[in-house]
C-alpha cells in the first residue's frame, strides 16, 4: 500500500510540473503580443482623446495598422487607427459601423460563409473592416468601408493547395 501511495503522489507531483511548464510556456509565447497591444493602446491614449482600451487589433495588407477601440473622457465609444510614422485616423463609432453592425451586414450579404477572421484596417489609404471567410472549398478577403458597411468591389481569393 505504502509503494502505490508513493507513485500516486509522484504522479501527481509530475502531473503539476507539467502543467505548470506548459502554463510558462503560453505566458511566454504570448507575451510579445501582449506588450505590442498595451503600447498601441498607449500610444493611442497619449495622441488621441482616448481614455480607455477596450479591443486591439493588428491588421496587416499593405501596411502594419493597430487599431484600438475604446472611450473618450465622455463615454462616447471611438476608434483610433495608429499607423508607423503617421498622424492617428479617430472615429467615433457612431460614424462607422461597429464590428456587431458589420457581422450583420456580412451574414444578410453572405449567407452561408464561415467567417474566419474580421477586423479593422486600412485598404488603399480607406478606412474598413476586413473579412476573411471560407466559401464551400476556397478561402477570400473582402473588405467593407468602416463608414457605410458597403462591401468594396474587389474580392481576393487564395489559391487551394
Not at 500500500?1 to 507513485?7: D, F
Not at 479593422?120 to 473579412?131: A, D, K, R, S, T
Not at 457605410?148 to 487564395?158: A, Q, R
Amino acid at each position: 500500500m505504502r509503494k502505490r501511495t508513493q507513485w500516486i503522489l509522484l504522479s501527481i507531483v509530475i502531473l503539476l510540473i507539467v502543467l505548470l511548464g506548459l502554463h510558462r510556456f503560453y505566458l511566454y509565447i504570448h507575451e510579445d503580443t501582449w506588450r505590442a497591444e498595451r503600447a498601441a493602446i498607449q500610444q493611442a491614449k497619449q495622441e488621441t482623446d482616448l481614455v480607455r482600451g477596450d479591443k486591439v487589433w493588428k491588421s496587416i495588407w499593405d501596411e502594419v495598422t493597430w487599431v484600438v477601440q475604446g472611450e473618450d473622457e465622455s463615454g462616447r465609444k471611438m476608434m483610433v487607427w495608429l499607423r508607423e510614422g503617421q498622424d492617428p485616423e479617430v472615429r467615433l463609432l457612431s460614424e462607422g459601423k461597429s464590428e456587431s453592425q458589420i457581422r450583420a451586414i456580412i451574414k444578410q450579404s453572405l449567407p452561408g460563409i464561415r467567417v474566419v477572421r474580421l477586423l479593422p484596417g486600412i485598404y488603399n489609404n480607406q478606412l474598413v473592416w476586413q473579412l476573411f471567410y471560407k466559401q464551400k472549398d476556397h478561402h477570400y478577403y473582402r473588405f467593407f468601408s468602416f463608414t457605410t458597411g458597403e462591401p468594396l468591389p474587389e474580392v481576393f481569393t487564395l489559391p487551394n493547395r
